[in-house]
């Protein structure tokens, strides 16, 4: 058992990253009950030493160490000194690999104890400190030898270690990695005593006798590691691309998808920042005629079939004959199997008709699908529908459609092919703290309105199946316009 003057320094170390001895210590000491208010016994954090800025910027050579790695894994980078910390956790997070889905800290030393940088996250959280976002690289950094220490994944705990190999008269314009070694170790594999495990099972050739006790078979395993995972791989093309990716400056969006981009950032998240700074998400977003023609023409189409309106049938549905016109002059009956023409058994149809009415283009009046005022003034008009389509995206009133409809809308601008935005967007909801209702670990589904409007932009009731693949770039014009109207 703990003596009472030593619980105050365990808090410390527990809340930095202490050892499971430490920790259980701690508990012992306060299921005893020595611990009273624990938090208000706490000293105040020591601040960080910080250089003043120089006169004229420079730059650093620096090696870059996962501590604790056996053979190491290391990057050597070329930063300039004028890099807020911010900005070098987005460095190190694509020089590594890591997918920056955990919290970070920037320390001045190896001890967990040592003078820190606080994040968003931190201050958010009520925390005191030096905010780390007024920090440069060169108010820490000034001479061959000096060190700044970088923790990620408070509970995998990955220490990284940055050393100063020269100090660069003139600073590189941007980060570029110029060596390294091995592969970044998977996400939530356990820290280095789980890497260490996986690595000798991969390099075995997934050799049962090595599988790691934390997979339940073989199979579990392989589908758990990302794809063609080898802790020997480094390629310095893929690093650097990486690097360029998430160095670009994201487009820039106000309004609601600007707060849930400022969200993320606050968190140490930076996925929605790298896709809306993939330099398609800053290309023009003017279509010509004929590209908005084709967009609009399942929705153009349908409104021509409504007209001035068709009676529904007693349970609400669309009456067969208008069923069947709408899927032969759509397309879909070309690939649907069945007659097409009853609307609960023509799921294409009626998503072309669900979307309609998200969109205010029809509603129903008296058992009647009618065309709405603002259908009527631009149905015959490509540009005009489009405009107005664009207008009114991300649609739904509750949080979750439109955060999913903002996420797609900065998918799909950003080149991303079809086939790809449901992965994609569910990955940035995750960010965002929606999961999937069976736990918490697992990405929510993706779909939303938005995302079967594009959807129906994108040709899906002229794709078998609805199955439209690849990158469709008036599309992603269409959602650039969206995310980007003032």
């Known amino acids: ?19 499971p001895e430490e920790g259980k210590a701690l508990l012992d000491a306060l299921m005893s009950g020595q611990v009273t208010s624990i ?6 954090a020591e ?11 420079r730059g650093f050579r620096v090696r870059l160490d996962l501590h604790g790695a056996k053979p190491p894994i290391w990057r050597r980078l070329e930063l300039p000194g004028d890099l807020t910390l911010p900005r070098v956790h987005i460095a190190i997070q694509a020089a590594m690999g890591w997918y920056d889905s955990h919290l970070h800290r920037f320390r001045t030393g190896n001890d967990p104890r040592s003078a820190s940088f606080a994040t968003e996250f931190d201050l958010d959280e009520g925390d005191d400190g030096m905010p780390e976002a007024d920090v440069r690289l060169d108010q820490i950094l000034a001479e061959k030898g000096d060190q700044l220490w970088y923790e990620y994944d408070f509970g995998d705990g990955w220490d990284h270690k940055l050393v100063v190999e020269a100090v660069l008269a003139d600073p590189p314009a941007t980060v570029r990695c110029t060596a390294g070694r091995m592969a970044c170790p998977p996400e939530d594999c356990g820290g280095i005593w789980g890497y260490d495990e996986i690595a000798a099972w991969v390099r075995s050739g997934y050799d049962d006798a090595l599988l790691p006790q934390s997979f339940e078979d073989p199979e579990h395993g392989r589908d758990w590691l990302p794809l063609d995972w080898h ?12 690097l360029e990716v998430a160095g670009a400056e994201p487009v820039a969006v106000t309004g609601e998808l600007a707060e849930l981009a400022d969200q993320m950032e606050r968190r140490g998240v930076q996925v929605l920042r790298e896709v809306l700074g993939r330099p398609i998400s800053h290309a023009p977003v003017d279509l010509s005629d004929g590209s908005a023609a084709r967009l609009t023409e399942t929705y153009r189409t349908f409104l021509d ?24 002059r759509t397309g879909i009956a070309e690939w649907w199997i069945g007659k097409a023409n009853r609307e609960d058994m023509t799921h294409p149809v009626a998503k072309i008709r669900s979307t309609a009415r998200a969109l205010g283009l029809v509603s129903v009046r008296k058992g009647q699908l009618t065309p709405t005022a603002a259908a009527r003034r631009c149905a015959s008009d490509p540009q005009a529908l489009l405009a107005y389509i664009v207008g009114r995206l991300p649609l739904g009133t509750k949080d979750f459609e439109r955060q999913a409809g903002w996420m797609v809308l900065a998918v799909a601008g950003s080149g991303t092919p079809v086939d790809h935005w449901r992965d994609e967007t569910s990955e940035l909801l995750h960010a965002l703290g929606w999961s999937h209702g069976r736990d918490r670990f697992t990405p929510p589904p993706s779909m939303s309105p938005t995302f079967q409007v594009l959807e129906q932009l994108a040709g899906a009731s002229r794709a078998r199946w609805g199955e439209v693949k690849g990158t469709d770039f008036a599309v992603a014009a269409a959602a650039r ?5 003032t």
């Open 1 to 19: 058992m703990v003596e009472k003057t030593d619980i105050q320094h365990l808090v410390k170390q527990l809340m930095a990253g202490a050892t």
């Open 39 to 44: 938090f208000e016994k706490l000293e105040p």
């Open 47 to 57: 601040r960080p030493d910080l250089l003043p800025v120089p006169e004229r910027p």
């Open 231 to 242: 802790p020997d791989h480094f390629d310095l093309d893929e690093i650097n691309a990486a």
């Open 305 to 328: 079939i409504v007209d001035d309106g068709v009676a529904l049938t007693a349970a609400g549905y669309l009456r067969p004959a208008v069923v069947e016109d709408i899927a032969t």
């Open 481 to 485: 316009a969206a995310i980007q109207r």
